[in-house]
């Protein structure tokens, strides 16, 4: 997905076509406003296009580590507002520098007078971070479709692993002959499942419609493990419209099940809680299984974990937490908190 | 007819999910011939359980806690035969290389759980399902424990311990155990090859006999040989096999 299969030379390419009309632009600038012969002004031009560019690269780099946060948040302005000035003496020194270098002797040429240098600096870095950003939405957007077409398959195999499906499968078939009303239950229980794994198209569901689901899911388990799994759940009414992404809560609570109620022989109780906070979504499972090393699962986790936290990557740039840790005294809580986007991307 | 309780094959159900362990057991009970004798939810319990009952058969569920089915062989003091039951089909490979019996893949019903009991009579006593004459050829030598004899639409099995003997009637055999006789459709050679051969004895082209039933053999006036049984039954032993009896007398 990413530029891996372009050779690299040619990512230099549109970075080149980019600069050019801008040198174009500048060399034009020096020669109506300045005065000056194009044969002075385009070199002008072209050394500052290139301290330019040369500091453009941190500034890409920058976009990189610093996504654009959904929602959007001030931090992030004054982050790039700090960044820009910076950008901007930087830029200014290093012309210098270079001037003084040519000329043998320090020379600081102002040009047009210190605060429109500074002004074209960040106007530079407006620019350059503008195209950075632009880039990873597309990025994004693209990543989003793909992960989207695979999530699909994903979630599928992710509730229909042969662990859950079989043997619930099992239980059914089981269930006829002792307890056929309660076979028919458990049937309608795991078409329900089914039948939203195969069909939910949406990226985020409200927490209502995921409770469900996961209820719907931990019927079955309930049927299967019997007394080995104990249920307990505190969801705040009032995030019940909350937003979250599709089969989060379930990915965590199946990890749960699988992780903490599978191995132990000892009834096994998952605490799962839901509350809005402060605009965040608030969800916490907590089991007092064998527990896990919470930095080990925050380097690496299952395949359900890390989809899970991609998904969270790419629908919440930063702005999402995934957080292990261990619940006293054995077994493993994982928090996770989603912002609150405004109610109007429906 | 009645069956004595000891009789029947006793087995023993493992698996961490009570409503398996209820559908299985509630299977069985429809097959006459097997005595389910308890239940296990972890790997742990089942060790304890198989060495203090010692049951024939246990079903044996994989993914289990605090012992994984396939774990849980090693810690055995008795070797019970041993179906697997699981939803992965991953593991059968080494269920089979560690001497698994059959291997139950969840979901499973009545059907395919007759085709498992079909094996485990094979193993335990004749006669075979057609389909499974060449499972049984593959068994080698091993003793059968048990004759199962149709009685109407049930299995009645005969522990060869009771049987003092064996008689060719046509195309059927027929056990002699106590009062009772039981048609079995089996030839007396297949039989006799899968019997313990230090206690039964051919001892005529129609006859296998007890020796834990015979009380004495007996040269009578004629010059013949006779076996007497312990309920009375007086049985010709043919000449050639006279022969070898008088050489194991020695």
Redo the contacts between chains.
Sequence with gaps: MRLNDVPRAWVWVPLLIGWLPVWVLFTVLFMSVHQEPWQRAAPLALRQMFTAALLGLLVHRLTLRLPWPHPFRLRFVAIHALCAAGYAVAWLLFNGLIDSIRHGRPVLNLGPGAVPYLITGVWFYVMIAGVGYANRTAERAAQIAMLEARSQLAALRMQLQPHFLFNALHTVVQLIPIDPRGAVRATEQLAGLLRTTIEEQRDLVPLQAEWAFVQRYLAIEGIRFGERLVVRSDIDAAALACKLPSFALQTLVENAVRHAAAPSVEPTTLLIAARLDGGQLCLSVADDGPGADPAQLERGAGTGLRRLRERLAWLYGGSARLQFSSNAPHGLMVELSLPQLADDDE | MTMSEDARVSVLIVD?????R???R??LAEVDWVACIGEA??G?AAVEMINRLRPELVFLDI?M??LLGTELLAHLLHRPLVVFTT???EHAVAAFEIGALDYL?????PERLAATLDRVRAVIGEPLAPALERFGEALGPGPISRLFVRSGRAIVPVPVDGIAWIEAVGDYLALHVGAATHLLSLSLNRLEARLDPQRFVRIHRTHIVNLDHVTAFRRQDGGGLVAELRDGTVLAVSRSKAQELRNWAR
Excluded: I
């Design positions: 961490d999910e009570p409503v398996a209820a559908g299985l509630h299977m939810g972890n742990l993914q806690p605090g939803a992965h089909a893949l969840k979901p499973f019903g």
